[in-house]
């Protein structure tokens, strides 16, 4: 038989009695946004969410190799980044685990290099991320967390010499890792900050992606 809640320090009540019951009851803990409501068998919750994003974006090129050919792009560009995602997420006690896709859009991210013969220019249009992510809420109202996967640019080079003049847009695919801190406002609205780091240079000198990414997460 289900006891009764038992009053604890502040606002926070606990259930005592059944293990399928929300460890937190979502009401009455304000402290306690990102530990969902919803009752789970064992205590699982699982939730949907999606993001708007913005943040610094830095895509850095040594010498890689395009469609087009090796290119003599040896250089790096910062600008702005804006983006939105949607992902799931499922947590079993203060263990959160989910996956996400992401697309993301540069602003004034051309990357230019060349000699005085030759010019030559990597235009990031857009990237897409397929990701798996776990966590752990080391507060209830705070989750830390660690990322990985696929990531997808989609580019527009341009090789300029003399009057010649060559263009052509490609998918490179890669890898990326990151991290981050997810801090819940209200049961459904979060706020977080992470850094990512992507390879997309397959094997062919360096084009490595470096980002830091802030946004608001709206949860259902």
Not at 17 to 43: A, I, K, M, Q, S
Not at 78 to 103: K, M
Not at 201 to 207: A, L
């Amino acid at each position: 038989m289900a006891r009764t809640l038992r009053p604890l320090s502040g606002a926070r009540q606990l259930y005592e009695g059944n293990r399928n019951e929300v460890l937190c009851c979502f009401r009455h803990c304000p402290d306690c946004r990102l530990l969902d409501r919803r009752n789970r068998p064992g205590g699982n919750v699982q939730r949907s969410h999606g993001r708007r994003s913005g943040g610094l974006d830095q895509n850095k090129i040594g010498n890689t190799k395009t469609d087009l050919g090796a290119t003599s792009v040896n250089a790096s560009k910062d600008s702005a980044t804006l983006g939105g995602l949607f992902g799931y997420d499922r947590r079993f006690g203060r263990l959160v685990v989910g996956g996400e896709a992401g697309l993301n859009f540069g602003t004034s991210d051309k990357v230019s290099g060349g000699t005085s013969a030759a010019s030559a220019t990597v235009d990031p249009k857009r990237s897409i991320d397929l990701t798996a992510r776990a966590g752990y809420l080391v507060a209830p109202q705070t989750l830390v967390y660690a990322r990985a996967g696929y990531t997808n640019d989609r580019i527009h080079t341009t090789l300029a010499s003399g009057t010649s003049t060559l263009s052509a847009s490609e998918d490179r695919d890669g890898w990326l890792v990151g991290g981050g801190v997810e801090r819940a406002i209200t049961d459904k609205v979060s706020a977080r900050v992470e850094y990512r780091y992507a390879d997309l240079s397959n094997g062919h000198g360096k084009y490595d992606r470096n980002q830091v990414l802030s946004g608001i997460v709206f949860h259902f």
